[in-house]
């Protein structure tokens, strides 16, 4: 089975967010871990727990990117595109109006993800207009 380069931009895309948060849980757990109120030594083994079940999670929609279902398709571009709100809202977080999910650099981050996830929707529209779903898109 051979992937094209949507299906491997949206596969990158994942494991580029999991080992992200990965390293979030690392070096700032207080980020993910702070509404639960865990006890520090705590912490280790339920961030450990939540990579592993967002993995877990996350390997139905990578089989159905690999495999090329078409309802994984559609469930990744809607979600994708809407990434797009992760943009707005974060600017509403810094300027006071949402309270804020994290430090400043946080909610920067989750404005560039937002950012990202829309382009790699983009991307999605013109490998389906082009070839269909799953096509691979040929921006040049």
């Known amino acids: 089975m051979r992937i094209n380069r949507t299906q491997g931009?949206?596969?990158?895309?994942?494991?580029?967010?999991w080992v992200s948060l990965g390293?979030?849980?690392?070096?700032?757990p207080e980020i993910l871990f702070g509404t639960l109120r865990l006890p520090p030594g705590e912490q280790r083994g339920v961030g450990a727990a939540f990579l592993l079940a967002l993995l877990a999670f996350?390997?139905?929609?990578?089989?159905g990117v690999v495999r090329a279902w078409r309802w994984t398709f559609w469930l990744i571009l809607v979600a994708f595109l809407a990434g797009l709100l992760r943009v707005p809202a974060s600017a509403l977080e810094l300027i006071g109006v949402l309270?804020?999910?994290g430090p400043t650099?946080?909610?920067?981050?989750?404005a560039g993800i937002g950012l990202?996830?829309?382009?790699?929707?983009?991307?999605?529209?013109?490998g389906l207009r082009r070839a269909g779903v799953?096509?691979?898109?040929g921006w040049r």
């Not at 990202?116 to 013109?126: E, H, N, R, T, Y």
Request: hydrophobic share 75%.
């Open 99 to 101: 309270p804020a999910n």
């Open 9 to 17: 931009l949206v596969l990158a895309f994942g494991v580029a967010a």
């Open 58 to 63: 996350l390997v139905l929609p990578g089989v």
């Open 105 to 110: 650099w946080y909610v920067l981050l989750q």
């Open 23 to 28: 390293i979030i849980v690392a070096v700032a």
């Open 134 to 137: 799953w096509g691979a898109f």
């Open 116 to 126: 990202v996830q829309f382009v790699i929707g983009l991307a999605m529209i013109s």
